[in-house]
């Protein structure tokens, strides 16, 4: 099984920025999809961002486009989350995911990844 360990959240005022990322040991992730996910106080946990097991194809949630862009460093078995523009909505717990062994292309649903961090508080004042 794969562990993720998720970094870089934060306290940061509205219109900053803050990069995420997610590390993963005990087995290989370059060849998974990755994706983030997020879930504030009193909602659901909601699709942020997803990417294909080589880096070349990114899925975002219509909320973040344009202001969020997910990265990976397949040698580093890590993967990124630049977080720009950011506004008080994007306040939640953050989580990146894994999907299985050889499964390489993206996927917008949790139901999709079998492996999750524990999360990192990002927190947007205003």
């Known amino acids: 099984q794969v562990q993720l360990v998720e970094s870089g959240g934060g306290l940061v005022q509205a219109g900053g920025s803050l990069r995420l990322s997610c590390a993963a040991s005990r087995r290989t992730v370059s060849n998974s999809a990755m994706g983030w996910f997020r879930q504030a106080p009193g909602k659901e946990r909601e699709f942020v961002a997803s990417i294909d097991w080589p880096g070349v194809l990114k899925t975002y949630a219509d909320s973040v486009k344009g202001r969020f862009t997910i990265s990976r460093d397949n040698a580093k078995n890590t993967v990124f989350l630049q977080m720009n523009s950011l506004t008080p909505e994007d306040t939640a717990l953050y989580y990146c995911?894994?999907?299985?062994?050889?499964?390489?292309?993206?996927?917008?649903?949790?139901?999709?990844?079998?492996?999750w961090g524990q999360g990192t508080q990002v927190t947007v004042s205003s």
């Open positions: 995911a894994t999907r299985a062994y050889n499964r390489g292309s993206l996927s917008t649903r949790a139901n999709q990844y079998i492996e």
